[in-house]
């Protein structure tokens, strides 16, 4: 088993930046691919970034590129979204994720955390 928390969410203005945490504890966190996905109100979950075990390959949603940026430290059993230039349509409850193999569907992930909600507004 695998204990995610995420961290970080809160209310920013558009343009403005936050950093998500996600701390994992219990299994080898670093055997792991870990990923972000997003749910906004009367949507589906949506994939924003992931980012392998060996940190050699990410991967993000065309929506995000370029603003957000995903990383990990294996050493402090944690992941980070870095959110720049935050738009309006960002806002959304931010939920971490591990699997076996890094992935953009969410059916690839078998741990969740509980989601931090992201509020960006305009």
């Known amino acids: 088993q695998v204990q995610l928390v995420e961290s970080g969410g809160g209310l920013v203005q558009a343009g403005g930046s936050l950093r998500l945490s996600c701390a994992a504890s219990?299994?080898?966190?670093?055997?792991?691919?870990m990923g972000w996905f997003r749910q906004a109100p009367g949507k589906e979950r949506e994939f924003v970034a992931a980012?392998?075990?060996?940190?050699?390959?990410?991967y993000y949603a065309d929506s995000v590129k370029g603003r957000f940026t995903i990383s990990r430290d294996n050493t402090k059993n944690t992941v980070y979204l870095q959110m720049n230039s935050l738009k309006p349509e960002d806002t959304a409850v931010y939920f971490c994720?591990?699997?076996?193999?890094?992935?953009?569907?969410?059916?690839?992930?078998?741990?969740w955390g509980q989601g931090t909600q992201v509020t960006v507004s305009s």
């Open positions: 980012i392998s075990w060996r940190i050699d390959r990410t």
């Open positions: 219990g299994r080898r966190f670093s055997n792991y691919a």
């Open positions: 994720a591990a699997g076996n193999d890094v992935a953009r569907v969410s059916d690839r992930y078998d741990y």
